[in-house]
């Protein structure tokens, strides 16, 4: 129940192209979805966050949507570019009064030029 | 603004040593997080401190402790080093220990136990 599945392992999109990634989870308790990008030899970067009572949320070319009865939401990139080749992780969190963060597995994101 | 620094980068230890890695938090920040994050996986949390005391932990053994300094900054400690504790250790603040308080991390230390 404390899970987060997370797919694709890795994707391959062109310049220009929609990235999507999805992610599951079980725990109703959640209450907060952030999406972190990561570049090699660095930290998780916070990218954009949703709580469940909205279903979408845009910032730039980064859109979560979120579905609460399925218990999915996903990231899309629009017009994908080179230097969003990163590895995404989604996550939510856990509750119990303090801020700890499930992550799932991580998608790795290569955008061909 | 100054962001989370870790020290150090790399680290290599045997098997059965000790080893502390330290953080210092965002500016303003005073919860203090730690997560391990094993190669190609998503980060695991460790524990959480706010104002120098402990406050959730994760699913890891009383040989992974932690401290909390009055300026905020933090110290794991691990000890008797096993091999799978080879991993990238993450240190993450916030604002507060809330709802409302977006992680920020640092770029981790790299443990390697042989």
């Known amino acids: 129940q404390q899970q987060v599945k997370q797919s694709p392992q890795s994707l391959i999109v062109q310049k220009g192209g929609i990235s999507i990634i999805n992610c599951a989870y079980e725990?109703?308790?959640?209450?907060?979805f952030p999406w972190y990008q990561q570049f090699p030899g660095k930290g998780p970067a916070l990218l954009i966050a949703?709580?469940?009572?909205?279903s979408e949320k845009k910032e730039g070319r980064f859109t979560i949507s979120f579905n609460k009865s399925a218990k999915q939401f996903s990231l899309h990139i629009m017009d994908s570019q080179p230097g969003d080749s990163a590895t995404y992780f989604c996550?939510?969190?856990?509750?119990?009064?303090?801020?700890?963060?499930?992550f799932g597995a991580g998608t790795r994101l290569a955008v061909h030029p | 603004e100054t962001g989370v620094t870790q020290s150090p980068t790399h680290l290599i230890k045997t098997r059965g040593q000790q080893v502390t890695l330290r953080c210092s938090s965002q500016?303003?920040?005073?919860?203090v997080s730690w997560y391990q994050q094993a190669l190609g996986q998503g980060p695991q949390f460790i524990f959480q401190?706010?104002?120098?005391?402990?406050?959730g932990r994760g699913n890891f053994p009383p040989r992974f402790s932690g401290l909390q300094f009055p300026n905020y900054s933090s110290e794991l400690n691990v000890n008797a080093l096993e091999l799978d504790d080879s991993a990238l250790y993450l240190c993450?603040?916030?604002?507060?220990?809330?709802?409302?308080?977006?992680?920020?991390f640092g770029n981790g230390t790299r443990l390697t136990v042989t």
């Open positions: 993450a603040s916030s604002i507060d220990r809330g709802y409302n308080s977006p992680l920020h």
């Open positions: 725990n109703t308790a959640f209450d907060y």
């Open positions: 949703i709580r469940p009572d909205v």
């Open positions: 996550a939510a969190r856990g509750g119990g009064g303090y801020n700890k963060l499930i």
């Open positions: 500016s303003g920040h005073n919860t």
């Open positions: 401190y706010y104002r120098e005391e402990e406050n």
